[in-house]
């Protein structure tokens, strides 16, 4: 391999993987959660956040929606 190359020729081009970069986001999560997470990561071999981001996926892939139901004030 040479210890130098000559890229001064070589032309640019737009990244094909730009459309599916990933976001840097802030998240306030309980640490139960955080633990749980971490947990599950390492038992199936990757990071929570990764582990955390598959799942996510998934629900979006699947189109589930989040039922909350607030305790009524009667």
Not at 55 to 71: F, G, H, S, T
């Amino acid at each position: 391999m040479k210890t130098e190359y000559n890229l001064s020729k070589m032309k640019s081009r737009p990244n094909p993987y730009a459309s599916k970069l990933k976001k840097s986001v802030t998240m306030r999560l309980s640490e139960d959660v955080v633990q749980y997470s971490k947990s599950m990561a390492a038992e199936a071999g990757v990071l929570y956040q990764s582990l955390v981001n598959l799942y996510l996926r998934d629900c979006l892939a699947q189109n589930r929606k989040v039922e909350i139901k607030w305790p009524s004030n009667s």
